[in-house]
């Protein structure tokens, strides 16, 4: 599924409640931020509900009329979340996680504390915590979404090239970590 027919089926389905997730660099900032912009949506970013508090976005988005939340850090919640709310679960070449994370020094604290919350949740699945976090949450997303009520998307961030706001990767050297957009 492309952008654009992403885009069709949220319109035609009338999905109204939107939760971005994945792991962090995978292009959850970016497809949050399109997607609330083209569709009209109100854009709740991680930092608005404490970046895991499933239950904070809950009260923040009551009685909202069409969001799209950032939420790489609810990931590991996907079997949580209320049957309403659309997933859209991002994939990017891992490699290319790695280097976003390597060019803004996203360090070891923050990889450990996220693999420390899967290894504890998850700790009965098969997965192998030597991998990088991305992998990590590959892995469990795969498992996971076989359980889940919610009707949910895979999308590749490489189908957001063909957007007007998508920027080729050596115009992206010098964004900051929350850049979207030249």
Do not use: C
Request: charged share 30%.
């Amino acid at each position: 599924m492309n952008y654009n027919e992403l885009d069709k089926y949220i319109s035609s389905n009338n999905i109204k409640k939107i939760i971005i997730t994945g792991p962090q660099r995978s292009g959850t900032r970016f497809m949050t931020s399109i997607l609330s912009d083209d569709m009209g949506y109100k854009y709740i970013d991680e930092s608005e509900f404490d970046i895991w508090s499933y239950e904070k976005l809950k009260s923040i988005t009551m009685g909202i009329d069409g969001f799209v939340a950032h939420a790489p850090g609810l990931a590991h919640l996907v079997n949580e979340i209320d049957n309403d709310i659309f997933i859209v679960f991002m994939r990017r070449d891992v490699a290319d996680i790695v280097n976003s994370q390597n060019r803004i020094n996203w360090g070891e604290i923050e990889i450990n504390y996220i693999k420390d919350i899967y290894r504890n949740k998850f700790k009965n699945h098969t997965i192998d915590f030597t991998k990088p976090i991305s992998e990590i949450k590959y892995q469990v997303w795969d498992i996971e979404k076989l359980n889940i009520l919610n009707k949910y998307v895979d999308f590749n961030y490489t189908d957001l090239k063909l957007h007007k706001r998508w920027v080729d990767k050596d115009k992206r050297t010098g964004f900051n970590p929350h850049q979207v957009s030249l």
